[in-house]
């Protein structure tokens, strides 16, 4: 099948970015999470890459990931799959080392993080010439859908207590929809001992203790339309663990 080639007003200024997207039984979702990026990034005309990740999806994953290559290009979607689930940070250190951008951009693949807000990220970056900017489900027009009460409680309490025993400057600690410079991102991976969950919630942690910059774009979180959510009991521990651990340690 020919490579997908899409017409876009050209932004070249040199900058480039690299969307990481870990994948772990992704396939129905990631047909569409990487069609939104290609429309997004077409209109807007910035130069981009989508790193996909997977760790030995059992559901073919990856197989999907390889039809999607065909279809948008090898410049375009990379696919760097690994032979287990090996955990988020590493997933990150291991599509850094393959990104070409100088700008990397981390989100879910779920359809959670609507690929709409990226123009949003990269703008806001420039206006600032923010270290990283942070999507944010707490502040201005951000909001959650299709949570029931439990998730929801269980995210805001989160949030709430990471910023009392934290302070991290911050609206939203425990999101993972984020823009980052790439020389930023490597610098926070290396830091950060945290694994799943707390995982991002440490790289905000860390960014405040190196003194980096952080912006903020209020974005719409929705829950996952196809799979399950990963979030469990074991996760909610952990997640209680790791807080600790920080606060311990920062």
């Known amino acids: 099948m020919a490579s997908r080639r899409t017409s876009q007003p ?3 200024n040199g900058d ?21 990026l290609v429309k997004y990034f077409g209109e807007s005309g910035y ?52 990104a070409t951008g100088n700008y990397i951009i981390i989100m879910d693949a779920d359809l959670s993080h609507h690929p709409k807000f990226i123009p949003e990220f990269i703008e806001k970056q420039k206006e600032g010439n923010y270290d990283l900017v942070s999507g944010t489900r707490y502040s201005g027009d951000g909001g959650v859908y299709g949570w029931d009460l439990r998730r929801k409680i269980i995210s805001r309490g989160a949030n709430f207590v990471t910023q009392v025993l ?13 823009l980052y410079k790439k020389k930023v991102l490597e610098s926070l991976v290396e830091r950060c ?21 952080i912006g903020e774009v209020p974005i719409s979180f929705v829950d996952r339309v196809y799979g399950e959510s ?21």
Do not use: C
């Open 10 to 12: 050209s932004k070249d």
């Open 16 to 36: 480039k970015y690299s969307v990481l997207l870990p994948t772990y039984n992704e396939r129905e979702n990631l047909p569409l999470i990487v069609w939104l």
């Open 47 to 98: 130069n981009y890459e989508i790193i996909v990740i997977d760790d030995g999806s059992p559901d073919g994953t990856l197989e999907v990931a390889e039809q999607l290559q065909k279809i948008y290009g090898e410049d375009k979607i990379l696919l760097r799959p690994r032979a287990k689930k090996l955990g988020l940070g590493t997933a990150y250190i291991h599509g850094i080392k393959h």
């Open 166 to 178: 934290l302070r991290p400057g911050a609206s939203d600690l425990t999101g993972s929809f984020r």
């Open 193 to 213: 001992v945290s694994k799943g969950y707390v995982f991002q919630m440490e790289m905000i942690v860390r960014a405040r203790q190196l003194d980096y910059t």
């Open 230 to 250: 990963k979030l469990g009991g074991n996760e909610i521990v952990s997640f209680v663990k790791g807080l600790l651990t920080l606060f311990a340690t920062t």
